[in-house]
């Protein structure tokens, strides 16, 4: 099962700021939060992964709050292109907890 | 980025002949494999873990004789579908993981059994 929550939609006009919340209120100490997105018929892109601080990258920043139950991607100029369904996962390195499962994500959608 | 490399990108079969597809990384040593499945409008489901060099580990309600994989070495997995069926028809979805720890995506297989 996934042990992520996320909305199910969001919209967002382009040239905004896009955030997109996830709770993961059962995260162990040693998973971390990644995010990826994937465009209708495609695979899943990768976008940004974060233990504890907040992370930021050409893509996106990620920030995690301080008990590590609930982090938002955060797509500062967000673009048509941006279109998609964004999935927050959690996941340990190594061994029985590292699958990268998915839950149901947000279906971001970029208007003009 | 990392690149996954992922072939056929759609298949078309008969049903009952058997499908296979293959899953590369080309950057990066993958000690780990991951293999989905995504039906329309709907998430991605894991069917199946592999290790280099060990057998897969396959989730509940996923038929390993069905779903063969292969993981030969760090840089190729395949997955073959044996004996499709229509009811097989589905977007199937592989992932690499290397020993940093991020998971990279192929661009998927549209696989359709007539």
């Known amino acids: 099962d996934a042990k992520t929550t996320q909305p199910p939609s969001m919209d967002c006009a382009e040239g905004r700021a896009a955030n997109l919340p996830c709770n993961h209120s059962t995260i162990s100490g040693n998973e971390y939060v990644y995010w990826y997105r994937q465009i209708h018929s495609q695979g899943p892109q990768y976008i940004i992964h974060g233990l504890k601080n907040n992370e930021t990258n050409e893509m996106a920043s990620l920030i995690i709050t301080e008990d590590r139950k609930s982090s938002t991607l955060i797509l500062p100029h967000a673009t048509l292109r941006d279109t998609a369904v964004y999935y927050c996962?959690?996941?340990?390195?190594?061994?029985?907890?590292?699958?990268?499962?998915f839950g149901t994500g947000t279906r971001l959608q970029v208007t003009l | 980025g990392a690149v996954v490399s992922q072939h056929p990108s759609r298949v078309i079969c008969k049903s009952g002949t058997s499908v296979k597809i293959e899953c590369r990384s080309l950057?990066?040593?993958?000690?780990?494999m991951f293999w989905y499945r995504q039906f329309p409008k709907k998430s991605l489901m894991l069917m199946a873990t592999?290790?280099?060099?060990?057998?897969?580990?396959?989730e509940q309600g996923v038929e390993k004789d069905k779903f063969l994989i292969n993981h030969a070495s760090l840089t190729l997995s395949t997955l073959t579908v044996t004996s499709a069926h229509p009811e097989d028809s589905s977007f199937y979805i592989c992932s690499a993981r290397g020993v940093g720890g991020t998971g990279f995506f192929g661009s998927g297989t549209q696989l359709s059994v007539l």
């Open positions: 592999s290790n280099e060099g060990s057998k897969a580990t396959y």
């Open positions: 996962i959690v996941s340990a390195l190594t061994g029985t907890a590292s699958k990268l499962t």
């Open positions: 950057d990066f040593q993958a000690t780990t």
